[in-house]
């Protein structure tokens, strides 16, 4: 009896912690992909910017299907027009922020929000992405996983 009670416990301990593996290894992919997006923003001069804005939606959206946009550089551009984000502060800056990417948690609404966030400066144009991680976006990732198969 004893046994099955360790075995029960070590099983129970051993799936919490895939669990925290997957949920963390997911959203270091789902970073990357914003990172790589931003990124291809900032190489490519923004010419049209509703070509470039569907082209952005169409690689992120999987991933984070809210996000809000800035650029800055030869030309400023908001996503959603009247977004409040700014390009990160002065003080903050250095050689590693010129392609960075994380989780931030931001004041929002009177309380507090989780977003994936990413800032690229290339060529003289500068873009922020930020994305919320809501329960939403999270319940997606395990409901129909990578392939489309579910995961839990």
Known sequence: ??????????TYVVIGQMAVYLVNTELRHR?????RSAEALALVPVTDPATALRRFETMTHSAFPEFSLLITGKRELRYPSGNKISQPPEEWRGPSWRHASGLIVKQEDGGERLFAWAHVIENGEEVTVLAPVTIDVLGAWFRFGRRGVCAF
Do not use: H, R
């Not at 009896?1 to 070590?10: D, N, P, R, S």
């Not at 970073?31 to 990172?35: F, S």
């Open 1 to 10: 009896m004893l046994i099955l009670l360790l075995a029960g416990i070590a």
């Open 31 to 35: 970073q990357a992909a914003l990172l």
